[in-house]
């Protein structure tokens, strides 16, 4: 087969899955994070990583230009195919959070797996939405401490979840062989 | 799925779905920009009108539906209510603090959270999914190769749940033999979701792999399903305009709440 360096339609089918498998996670798991909410206190954000760790585990294994938005986009768009359930907001935040993620990687060129570039990336995500957050919520007329306690809980969730869980996720997908159907091959004999 | 709970289709039915996306999308910077809560109240409501009357679901669906979005929308904005600031105080309680001010803040996001919850309700029950693609590759200009992968994912979607359920029944009957660590925890939780994922990729890579040879590629192609945009949707687009639009007014005639601005 001839090798192409964009993205095929395969690349694309396996980010989408992989975005769905998490969005079909988190539409189970999803309880938690509403039910850590009411107490005001931004509990739920620790778990806010959640919601992009889809695309630094998708780049981590394809490590192609657009794969982190192409994920993103699935997994906000996922709760629609899961849930049934139509979020704009979702989605235009997913979008935002995909780039975010898409310039830390670009920044690398699309070759690290390091550990360092999955935190960056979780951190910048997990700081993208902010502004617009500060719009939707009012958060300028939030108790400050409440305000630093939300934002910590954030960037550390980011850094945590969609940084660190994600590598280790991959180092285990690594470990069942299944890598080495996808993404940029690096040695053309990797048999399969 | 969706058919079984309507009882009658709807002229926006036949809305193109990237019109719809788009005017959600407006929709969505609209209710951002919007900063006085009685404006808000009267938008949530007429899109509640909206909603019942254009999505021809059974009203007992929609009564259940109604509350869900309510009760999370009021859970989602109880932060603002318990920790925002303001002046007039209502309740004092530890390190909760309600003042009237933060209280007409925090339904003011919970009205924004309804208004797009009630619009997107409208979407899903009068949109198929296949469709939103087929109109992105047709009027979107979308490469077929990415509507084509998204709609073959989203066929998977039942069989990663079929395998999700397996997995945890195989756990179930395991459970005395096997450590408690395998079943909750972290080591739970990275069993289940790399199981998942690899059984996923794999599935992906060889359907994928089978798409490409019979040729779901690029290129010039023609479609069986066909979609268009026609005068629904200009009327469509001028429907949520004029409810925006006519919502303010009745804002005007009417304020539930004394303040005119939320900020």
Avoid at chain 1, 50 to 79: C, N, T
Avoid at chain 2, 40 to 57: A, E, K
Wanted: charged share 15%; with cysteine; proline share 2%.
């Amino acid at each position: 087969m001839v090798r192409k360096n964009g993205l095929t339609l395969t690349d694309v089918l396996v980010t989408v899955v992989i975005a769905l498998v998490f969005a079909f996670i988190y539409s189970i798991w999803g309880g938690v994070y509403t039910a850590l909410e009411p107490l005001g206190l931004h509990l739920n954000q620790l778990l806010y990583g959640m919601w992009f760790i889809a695309a630094v585990v998708a780049y981590l294994i394809i490590r192609k230009p657009g794969v982190a938005l192409i994920a993103e986009f699935a997994a906000a768009s996922g709760e629609t195919i899961v849930m049934l359930q139509f979020d704009v907001m979702l989605i235009v935040y997913g979008l935002i959070q995909g780039l975010a993620c898409e310039i830390v990687f670009a920044v690398v060129k699309y070759k690290s797996t390091s550990l360092m570039v999955a935190v960056a990336a979780g951190v910048a995500a997990a700081l993208s939405t902010l502004p617009l957050d500060w719009y939707y919520g009012y958060l300028g007329q939030l108790a400050t401490w409440n305000l630093l306690l939300m934002f910590g809980f954030r960037v550390l969730s980011g850094a945590l979840i969609a940084g660190g869980l994600a590598h280790l996720l991959y180092q285990g997908l690594k470990g069942t062989g299944v890598l080495k159907l996808v993404g940029q091959k690096a040695t053309a004999d990797e048999g399969l | 799925m969706i058919e079984a709970i309507r009882h009658y289709s709807t002229p926006a039915d036949r809305v193109n779905p990237i019109t719809k996306i788009l005017v959600a999308v407006g929709l969505f910077l609209a209710v951002v920009l919007i900063h006085d809560p009685n404006h808000l109240f009267h938008l949530s409501l007429l899109m509640l009108v909206l909603l019942i009357v254009l999505s021809g679901v059974k009203i007992r669906y929609l009564v259940l539906l109604t509350a869900t979005i309510l009760f999370f929308g009021l859970i989602s904005s109880l932060y603002m209510i318990f920790y925002g600031e303001g002046t007039s105080t209502l309740l004092r309680f530890g390190i909760v603090h309600i003042t009237e001010e933060s209280t007409v803040r925090g339904v003011h996001i919970m009205m924004r959270g309804v208004v797009l919850s009630f619009f997107g309700a409208l979407v899903v029950f009068t949109t198929k999914l296949t469709d939103v693609f087929y109109s992105m590759m047709q009027q979107g200009g979308l490469r077929p190769k990415f509507a084509y992968a998204f709609m073959a994912a989203i066929r998977m979607v039942p069989i990663i749940a079929n395998e999700y359920m397996t997995l945890r029944r195989a756990r179930k009957v395991r459970r005395p033999l096997i450590h408690r660590k395998y079943i909750s925890g972290y080591k739970g939780f990275s069993t289940t979701i790399i199981t998942l994922l690899s059984q996923s990729i794999r599935r992906a890579y060889r359907l994928g792999i089978a798409m490409e040879s019979k040729g779901f590629d690029d290129g010039p192609r023609t479609y069986y399903h066909r979609t268009s945009f026609s005068i629904i949707d200009l009327l469509f687009i001028m429907l949520v305009i004029l409810t925006v639009i006519f919502s303010y007014q009745l804002g005007q005639w009417y304020s539930p709440f004394a303040t005119t601005d939320a900020r």
